[in-house]
């Protein structure tokens, strides 16, 4: 048993890699594509938009992952973001809206495109994401909040980004970064308290954006309780099936 638990695990670590490796990408939009992915926490959207971003070469722009390196760093937004993300508050929508801003600007992003995953979360947000471009194709990934919270429970991240999970997702190295060898930990807002209010948070004003997608014809939406690399694939599928037109809305 316990054989065939280890077999699993490192059979979907290499499955995941694989998949992110295939090239060249299988999307050629005539545009760049703009796309935001949406879950409640712990749904996985982090770890799925990774995938995206290696599998179609679009630039990942996570707000966390922005905020919490500004942390680490100390900078003056990150001093300021600090109280928020630890309470699992929202930081102010000025905050967001002008680190996004900035981020969609860059040369890089502007050819490649990019996925947007924590972003848009507010009906301001929403808004300011409008002014800037909005985007092609949102993504959806659905999962209970009861299978969320269990998953949050074992999460580890790193300060570049990459999230793991002692079960679903073990790193290579207990404790360390798989993709920089950094120190795994915890996240402050991975304890009960605030995962409630992340939750909360979600339903009440982020979800509300989702239907907005919906309505507009350019959501995708995919389970997202099957094992990494089946939720990945049934998105890719998905993608190729909404194709070069969901790009070109
Ligand atoms: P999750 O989706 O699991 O809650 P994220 O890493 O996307 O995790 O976000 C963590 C925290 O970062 C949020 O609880 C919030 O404090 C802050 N944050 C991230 N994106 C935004 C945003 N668009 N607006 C306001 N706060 C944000
Ligand atoms: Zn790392």
């Given at each position: 048993?316990?054989?065939?638990?280890?077999?699993?695990?490192?059979?979907v670590t290499s499955t995941i890699a694989r998949m992110a490796r295939r090239q060249p990408p299988t999307l050629r939009p005539f545009a760049p594509p703009r796309l935001v992915i949406f879950g409640v926490p712990g749904?996985?959207?982090?770890?799925?938009?990774?995938?995206?971003?290696?599998?179609?070469?679009?630039?990942?722009?996570?707000?966390?992952?922005?905020?919490?390196?500004?942390?680490?760093?100390?900078?003056?937004?990150?001093?300021?973001?600090?109280?928020?993300?630890?309470?699992?508050?929202?930081?102010?929508?000025?905050?967001?809206?002008?680190?996004?801003?900035?981020?969609?600007?860059?040369?890089?992003?502007?050819?490649?495109?990019?996925?947007?995953?924590?972003?848009?979360?507010?009906?301001?947000?929403?808004?300011?994401?409008?002014?800037?471009?909005?985007?092609?194709?949102?993504?959806?990934i659905a999962l209970t909040d009861a299978a969320a919270v269990h998953r949050i429970s074992g999460r580890q991240n790193c300060v570049c980004g990459a999230s793991y999970h002692a079960a679903y997702h073990p790193p290579?190295?207990?404790?360390?970064?798989?993709?920089?060898?950094?120190?795994?930990?915890?996240?402050?807002?991975?304890?009960?308290?605030?995962?409630?209010?992340?939750?909360?948070?979600?339903?009440?004003?982020?979800?509300?954006?989702?239907?907005?997608?919906?309505?507009?014809?350019?959501?995708?939406?995919?389970?997202?309780?099957?094992?990494?690399?089946?939720?990945?694939?049934?998105?890719?599928?998905?993608?190729?099936?909404?194709?070069?037109?969901?790009?070109?809305?």
């Amino acid at each position: 048993m316990v054989f065939v638990r280890v077999f699993c695990y490192s059979a979907v670590t290499s499955t995941i890699a694989r998949m992110a490796r295939r090239q060249p990408p299988t999307l050629r939009p005539f545009a760049p594509p703009r796309l935001v992915i949406f879950g409640v926490p712990g749904s996985g959207k982090g770890t799925q938009a990774e995938l995206v971003a290696r599998r179609y070469g679009v630039r990942h722009i996570s707000t966390g992952t922005i905020l919490r390196s500004e942390i680490s760093r100390r900078t003056v937004l990150g001093q300021r973001a600090r109280r928020y993300l630890a309470a699992g508050k929202l930081v102010p929508d000025s905050v967001t809206n002008a680190l996004v801003a900035k981020h969609l600007r860059t040369a890089t992003v502007r050819r490649r495109g990019f996925i947007l995953d924590g972003y848009p979360r507010t009906r301001r947000q929403l808004n300011a994401l409008e002014r800037m471009g909005g985007v092609t194709l949102a993504v959806e990934i659905a999962l209970t909040d009861a299978a969320a919270v269990h998953r949050i429970s074992g999460r580890q991240n790193c300060v570049c980004g990459a999230s793991y999970h002692a079960a679903y997702h073990p790193p290579k190295r207990p404790g360390g970064c798989d993709r920089c060898g950094r120190r795994l930990f915890t996240r402050d807002d991975d304890r009960p308290g605030p995962v409630r209010r992340r939750i909360r948070i979600y339903h009440r004003q982020t979800a509300p954006h989702v239907r907005h997608y919906r309505r507009h014809g350019v959501l995708v939406t995919v389970d997202g309780q099957p094992a990494i690399a089946e939720v990945f694939s049934s998105l890719v599928g998905r993608l190729r099936r909404v194709g070069w037109r969901a790009h070109r809305v």
